[in-house]
């Protein structure tokens, strides 16, 4: 496995997500329009905030992975489950490169 590329990948993924996190942050805490008067209006704007922040907290948990799969990188132990030490495996970790656990530890 060529983990220069991995790395490469998992930064850019990284990069992209900090940077939806900061519009997306934008949106909700600087809004450059007033809250609409139209109670019916405040409502959309409320859902549509509620869906951003759903969002926003799936791209921080993302990046959380992402963090920690450069920092395994690092370690060395980037290829191996964080559960059972078992390999993860190439094809999971090209679907998935933030992962840390095999296919049987992934599972609910
Ligand atoms: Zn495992």
């Given at each position: 496995m060529d983990m220069k590329q991995i790395r490469q990948q998992l930064?850019?993924?990284k990069a992209e997500l900090e940077s939806r996190l900061q519009r997306t942050h934008?949106?909700?805490y600087e809004k450059d329009?007033?809250?609409s008067a139209n109670f019916n209006e405040q409502?959309?704007?409320t859902e549509n905030d509620q869906l951003v922040m759903s969002l926003e907290a799936e791209a921080n948990e993302e990046l959380n992975q992402i963090r920690k799969a450069?920092?395994?990188i690092d370690e060395g132990d980037y290829l191996?489950?964080?559960r059972c030490g078992e390999?993860?495996?190439e094809q999971r970790l090209a679907a998935v490169p933030y992962t840390d656990r095999c296919i049987n530890c992934a599972k609910p």
């Open positions: 930064l850019e993924q934008k949106h909700i329009q007033p809250v409502i959309k704007e450069l920092q395994r191996d489950c964080a390999a993860i495996g």
